[in-house]
């Protein structure tokens, strides 16, 4: 036996079943051993940046953290963007880089890059392994760090000399010795006692659900919460699904492009409740005026996001889940039917469905995101798994699907990378073959992971790409249009033959352009038992409203532009 | 809810820590992203084996040192972070200084109290060599005496240790 049969021993363990790797000078010991455990799925992807975006998917429709492993050097970097959007985000993952043997680390050798010192400050947790006899400890500890408490990636360098060490016995730790880590669990009673107060005394609350409420599954003691005290809620954009959009008391989605009646409710509340969420300047716009007569209470299990942003009148530290059951048991019964009223006052007047066509060109003459967007939901009957790219597409997917459940979208938070929905939907299509994967993307974004196109292929993974072709990188020509007079540098695209690049790996594709040839293929696509690609030439002027330019307070909310 | 108002004073902070591969450089390089200035930073071995303590000095006016604490202590290998009052603590700090002559050393030596213990060490080259061993606000407090271009040669600080009672 020698290390690598260690380290996939030890992955066993943890109950891994996909890899999504790309092999190397140094990895070649360790695949070689890969094929003797077949109980691994090893999932080679175009390139290293779609294994760690594919590990991500992976953590996300299941809450088990995904596995990613590269060579070093040029095999390590790749992943670099990946790594740093599970850091923001949140997302459980275990990154295992080989590296140069220990005789020659630090000399520079071929495809030697010190990968633990970039990794350092976007990873949970990083390791280096010296010696061989540490890897069943370090695997373990690797695996705890990513899916416990705040969860996020951890990365194991792994020198082939390392892999290559005999061993005579594998034996893995029952225990786990890390005095620094904390995992806070419930909150202080006293801290309970005056949220509660808080809570029982607001005539103008709101809930504010981020992706924590998903990742602590505490959707069920949240809407205990919400109906018992009739508290509406909003969610961010990874909290989409965690409370139902068809909640009667779910209000939205509020920030920068959230509705304008959630960014009003948020404006004017007399009490936020902010849950595994970290009042992001996305959200908040101006941070001075955010919420500004309101008390706040922030749940939320990493202590460094209490009061990092806005201060903080009841810090609740703890998991979502169990700090919610506090509460649900504590909180009084009450009724807000004025504050419940004057939200669905905003939302007649501020309705999605009356602000989507924000075309500068003729309707009939483009087709629009939005409509494309409801058209989907509609067809899957809202049980899509949505996984949006970076830019309007996204914030189109995010506003007019109607999402009920959590992790129902898959999107890129906190970094906002391009590129993140192929490789994601792929992730997440392998963890959860019956799950209806649809992956929504600008022809931007695709041509960032586009070959994530022969993954597809090979594995003929039926995920439906929609591709939504503007003929610009259109979030930045947006803000060109509505900030810098038009001045559309470096936007406007010269696009390939997207459908002939589709068929070329062997990919069904349609280009569309009507209204009545969407909705048929749309029909085809959700019936579809292969891959299909469909390229909706939309409109290029087409802006994402409402919309809160940065620097202004959510009261500011642009419903319709002037024109 | 307003943005945070800043706080203004010299922070300090003490850290257990497990002495792994890393550690000091995880500490600075959180410190140098998030834009926190470290006045000094001292760490060493203590009586616990595999722990080290250090003692971080932030003397930025207008931080946020909660959210310091915060942030550092998400490091895995940090055992307990604690910002502390001056108040609460031994600290001492240790200053070497070649001085230009005589007159400047006896003028520091005469400086000597309780709490500040200065003394000559040796000469180099007929400069007196002094060592000044005290706490941190008395080593301030000699170093407020001289004048760096009249009367030093060469200055250096150990950076402040201290120890919570
Ligand atoms: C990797 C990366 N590079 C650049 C950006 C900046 N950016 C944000 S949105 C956007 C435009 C995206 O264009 P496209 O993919 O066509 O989508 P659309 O906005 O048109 O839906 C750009 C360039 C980014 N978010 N990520």
């Known amino acids: 036996m020698i290390g690598a049969d260690i380290l996939i021993k030890s992955l066993l363990k943890e109950k891994v079943d996909v890899i999504f790797g790309y092999p190397g000078g140094v990895t070649i010991p360790l695949h070689d051993k890969l094929s003797n455990y077949p109980q691994i799925r090893h999932i080679l992807p175009r390139h290293e940046q779609g294994a760690a975006l594919a590990a991500d998917g992976y953590y996300r429709v299941t809450g088990r953290p995904g596995v990613c492993l590269t060579t070093s050097g040029p095999g390590a970097t790749n992943l670099i963007t990946g790594i740093a959007n599970a850091h923001m985000d949140s997302i459980g993952m275990v990154i295992i880089t080989c590296q140069v043997a220990t005789a020659v680390a630090g000399t520079d050798a071929f495809q030697e890059v010190d990968i633990t010192g970039i990794t350092q400050p976007i990873t949970k947790q990083n390791y280096f392994v010296d010696d061989v006899k540490d890897l069943p400890r370090i695997v373990k500890e690797a695996f705890y760090l990513a899916s416990t408490g705040r969860p996020g990636p951890v990365h194991i360098d792994l020198p082939v000399d390392v892999l290559k060490a005999e061993v005579v016995k594998f034996t893995y730790p029952k225990n786990i010795n890390l005095p620094g880590y904390k995992v806070p669990t419930t909150a202080e009673p006293k801290q309970i006692q005056e949220a509660i107060k808080l809570i029982n005394k607001s005539a103008r609350p709101v809930a504010l659900v981020g992706h924590g409420v998903t990742i602590s599954r505490a959707t069920a003691e949240v809407k205990k919460l919400i109906e018992k005290a009739e508290i509406p809620v909003i969610t961010t954009l990874l909290g989409m699904g965690a409370i139902s959009d068809k909640h009667p008391l779910h209000f939205g989605m509020l920030g920068m492009h959230g509705m304008a009646y959630a960014n009003y409710a948020v404006h004017n509340a007399d009490l936020i409740i902010g849950i595994g969420m970290r009042f992001d300047d996305r959200i908040t716009g101006k941070i001075d005026e955010f919420a500004r007569e309101a008390n706040v209470i922030h749940i939320d299990i990493d202590p460094a996001e209490i009061g990092k942003n806005t201060i903080v009148d009841v810090p609740l530290l703890g998991d979502c889940r169990q700090v919610i059951a506090q509460l649900n048991k504590k909180v009084a019964k009450k009724s807000h039917r004025e504050w419940v009223k004057k939200i669905k006052g905003w939302h007649n007047k501020t309705r999605l469905s009356k602000i989507k066509h924000e075309g500068r060109m003729q309707e009939s003459k483009h087709l629009m995101t939005a409509d494309i967007v409801c058209e989907i939901d509609k067809q899957t009957e809202g049980k899509a798994t949505i996984v949006t790219d970076v830019g309007q597409n996204q914030m189109w997917a995010a506003q007019h699907f109607s999402y009920s459940k959590p992790e129902q979208l898959l999107s890129s938070g906190g970094l906002g990378a391009m590129g993140y929905s192929l490789p994601a939907a792929i992730g997440a299509k392998i963890a959860k073959p019956k799950a209806d994967v649809w992956s929504l993307v600008g022809d931007g974004g695709i041509q960032m992971n586009i070959q994530e196109l022969g993954t597809i292929m090979e594995h003929k993974l039926p995920i439906k790409i929609m591709l939504f072709n503007n003929g610009y990188l259109g979030m930045v020509r947006q803000w060109q249009e509505l900030f810098y007079d038009k001045n559309y540098v470096a936007t406007k695209l010269a696009n390939p033959d997207f459908v002939a690049i589709a068929k070329a790996y062997n990919i069904e594709a349609y280009r569309v352009t009507t209204t009545t040839q969407a909705k048929k293929m749309i029909r085809k696509a959700a019936e579809s038992k292969k891959p299909i690609l469909l390229e909706f030439m939309t409109g290029p002027e087409d802006n994402v409203l409402p919309m809160v330019p940065t620097g202004n307070t959510l009261r500011q909310t642009i419903i319709k532009r002037n024109k | ?165």
């Not at chain 2, 942030?71 to 009052?85: D, F, R, Y």
């Not at chain 2, 002559?101 to 400069?127: C, E, F, G, P, Y």
Request: hydrophobic fraction near 45%; charge should be positive; aromatic fraction near 2%.
């Open chain 2, 1 to 165: 809810m307003a943005k945070i108002t800043k706080e203004k004073k010299k922070h300090i902070v003490l850290l257990w820590v497990e002495n792994k591969p890393g550690v000091l450089s995880k500490i600075a390089s959180l410190c140098r992203r998030r834009r926190y200035n470290i006045d000094s930073l001292t760490v060493s071995t203590s009586h616990q084996p595999g722990v080290s303590h250090m003692t971080i000095v932030f003397a930025e006016e207008g931080i946020k040192i909660q959210q310091i604490v915060n942030q550092i202590n998400k490091l895995v290998e940090v055992i307990s972070i604690e910002a502390v009052q001056p108040k609460d603590v031994i600290d001492k700090e240790l200053l070497l200084l070649i001085v230009k002559n005589n007159q400047v050393a006896n003028r520091l030596l005469k400086m000597s109290r309780h709490d500040v213990n200065v003394r000559m060490i040796n000469t180099v080259d007929r400069h007196p060599v002094l060592e000044v061993v005290g706490e941190g606000r008395e080593i301030d407090h000699v170093i407020a005496e001289v004048d760096m271009k009249k009367d030093v040669v060469k200055m250096v600080k150990s950076g402040l240790i201290a120890l919570k009672i």
